[in-house]
């Protein structure tokens, strides 16, 4: 019988350099974060929490209940270590200070989106947390502490509660994925050194917001749609799930290219999906694992903050097809 590596034993092997300690105390408390949001999620209408509270986030998100639990969890947990000095989330108007017990290791910064997709929560379907580790300058860190481009993380990554409770980690050396074993308690290694496929014949949008699209995206898509018969040359398969970290962990697993663009409805707001703790850390662990993230015009990780909820533009995932977009969107491949 083959023994798998546990995330303890995986880290305290592979994790070096000089963020080495802290990042082996802050994912300890990650993982039993995301274990017991996993424990949470799978009472499902039992627990009661499958509703919405009457509350809207800062984003004027109607929240459910379990977006407020699965946040409460997460930043509960994450303040043992003792290295993080700031914390920032989906569901916090602001950011929130830590007390350091650790401060000669080093300060750290947590941003989070603690339940990704939490429209598919009371109907059973694949939902996520996601996370970001920024390194502060300051031990009492104040907003323009966070405001970093995602070129600067140290760690990223989502756990999956899908079929199987997944983490999916980069610490920028690859990426690799854990599959939680319910009855141990315990992570292990299932998808070590994952790597995206550079070519794929299947995308993810949301179709629905055809007509609302930028020309380049139009195009790309329209390609896509005229399989064999187009330019392409060949068929093209479509998902949409509405949890971007599930459809990005397909894509981490078999190919394909996610896509979440500016369209005419959310022009004022620059985007949907939020730079700091969604488009960042899920490009940060897609470029690691071999692909690309953009917004269009320019490389998400590379994008400087402007605020804690800024949206972004994102389409990410196969290199050759994110490639393919970023020519569209510079005119560079001609129709
Ligand atoms: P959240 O539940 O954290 O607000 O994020 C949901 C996001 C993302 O996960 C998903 O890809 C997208 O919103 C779905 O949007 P549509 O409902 O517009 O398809
Ligand atoms: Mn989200
Ligand atoms: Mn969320």
Not at 5 to 10: M, R
Not at 288 to 307: C, D, F, K, M, Y
Request: with cysteine; hydrophobic share 40%; charged share 20%.
């Amino acid at each position: 019988m083959t023994q798998h590596v546990s995330i303890t034993e995986f880290l305290s092997q592979h994790l070096v350099g000089e963020h080495s300690i802290a990042l082996t105390a802050m994912l300890k408390d990650i993982v039993t974060a995301c274990k017991k949001i996993s424990l949470a999620i799978d009472q499902g209408a039992l627990s009661g929490n499958m509703g919405s509270l009457g509350s809207q986030n800062v984003q004027g998100e109607v929240q459910k209940a379990l977006d407020v639990i699965t946040n409460d969890i997460f930043i509960e947990e994450n303040q043992r270590s003792g290295y993080v000095a700031g914390m920032a989330s989906e569901e916090m108007d602001d950011v929130i200070e830590i007390a350091v017990k650790r401060r000669q290791q080093g300060q750290y910064l947590l941003l989070f989106d603690p339940l990704d997709g939490s429209s598919n929560v009371n109907v059973n379907i694949s939902v996520g947390t996601i996370f970001s580790i920024l390194q502060s300058a300051n031990a009492k860190p104040v907003l323009s502490d966070f405001m970093q481009a995602g070129t600067t993380q140290i760690c990223a990554g989502y756990a999956l509660y899908g079929t199987s409770t997944m983490l999916v980690l980069t610490t920028g050396n690859g990426v690799n994925g854990f599959t939680l074993d319910a009855g141990a308690g315990e992570f292990y290694l299932s998808h070590p050194d994952i790597k995206v496929p550079a070519d794929t014949q299947e995308f993810a949008i949301n179709m629905s917001n055809y007509r609302f699209w930028q020309e380049p995206v139009q195009r790309y898509i329209d390609e896509c749609l005229q399989g064999v018969e187009g330019i392409r040359k060949k068929d093209f398969n479509m998902r949409w799930v509405a949890s971007m970290v599930a459809e990005v962990h397909r894509i981490l697993v078999r190919g394909g290219v996610f896509m979440y663009p500016i369209d005419s409805k959310l022009q004022s707001k620059g985007g949907k999906l939020r730079l700091m703790y969604e488009a960042n850390p899920m490009s940060f662990i897609v470029e690691q694992a071999g692909g690309a993230a953009t917004t269009g015009i320019q490389r998400i990780l590379e994008v400087h903050p402007n605020g804690l909820h800024q949206r972004v533009p994102v389409m990410m995932g196969s290199r050759n097809e994110v490639e393919r977009i970023v020519a569209y969107h510079s005119k560079k491949i001609a129709h």
